[in-house]
């Protein structure tokens, strides 16, 4: 198994996934229920963290592919474009369904609702250049997979890292202040989990968690830069393969604090609150610290 | 001074971080100097922010524990600081980004202990210090992400 396997395993899943969503977020909208609502959100802010590893195994997919005489490159390259499009938005959706679970504002419905149903067509367009890649059969004539109308996200932030030599130096400043926002706003709410510090509610530190979200915000959009400048430099790493799977179960971490800060009332809910809790935090902190020890041993481990 | 730098650099020390090798070398340091200054500058960051208002119902006796932990990870990171030095005395000797860094985790870490008796034991409301250190700590992280790319600047 490789990654262009990974990336046949994960490609359907933005599509579909946000399809899903945006039938759940419908049919809270016609039933009125608040738990269809938040199951929404959770779809959307789980592909949208399972997007960024689909459109990373992209770029090795490509590189696996690219011996093959076959291949049709302006079809892959309108891909990856159609997909960075995509992309985009679905990482917004993916922070606004947060927010919306994290406080439930209605004013968020309408919203996501209007921006999923534009993200969900940017994504299968790119889906279906992507099907055009392996199925030379589809391709209508004269490729309009590669017609020039469209905006090519992926190619102007490669460029705009590779054109600027400040570029990466100023994201890898920005990369240690979302690591220490992200990281430090975790210790604190997993230390409580874990009940390493204690005599307040959880949901007392709820109003911190958003500057973790915005470090991991941080961390995605200046991890993108590096990553569309050198591609390579990542695909053919298995430290960096190690990294993006730990970010994405820390990604789900992140949502215990966000939806389950009651405290629990009964003496069974406390004691199975308390080992639910204690078991969290600890995965949380043991993911966060692994993510910091791949990161940081990436130029060193995995390059074979 | 040039000579004791050199010294240092040729050291038994600095040859071991350089050359025994992935697991406990130069990459187990780094990886230990990122996680310890994370663990500095992260909670002290979320302690400043609940002292600027966020997650104001947080009691600040309940924070005192973590300082214990802040001082742990302070530890860590000058231990491997301290080493990381060594393996290339002369390079951030010369390099001025590593003096603005030194100065500023110097001004950072008065914070801390400031903000310890001061404001969790003196019972100040703390905001112009818990501001202070979060632009000591903002410089401290610039400066020395950027060490290396002074050090090639000036070369």
Redesign the interface.
Known sequence: MNLAHVHLLLNHVPTIGFGFGIGLLVASLVRDSADLRRASYVVFFVVALVAIPTYLSGNAADFVLRTQPELLQDVVTAHQNAAMLALIPMEIVGLVSWLALWQSRRWHQPAVLALSIVTFVLMARAANIGGQIRHPEIVAAGTAASAPSWPSPAAMGAAFVLDHPWVWPICEVFHFVGLCLLFGVTLLVNLRLAGFISGFPLADLNRLLPWAVAGLGINIVTGMLFFLAAPEQYTQNSAFTWKMGLVLLGGLSLLYPTMFDEEPDSAFDILHAAMTRRLIGVCSLVIWIAVIFFGRFLPYLGTE | MASVLAQLEQSGLATWIHESG?LYGY?LI??LH??G???V??????ID??LLG??????L???D??FG?LWAGFGVTAVTGVLLFVADATKHASNPAFFVKLAFVGGGVTIVALLRRRVFHGGEHGRFLAAASLGC??VA??A???MA?VSEFIS
């Open positions: 992935l990459p780094l990886f990122t996680l200054l994370s663990t500058v992260g909670l002290n960051v979320a922010l609940r966020v997650a104001s119902r947080v009691p006796a309940s924070l524990k973590v932990l700590w903002f992280l610039t020395g992400r950027l790319y």
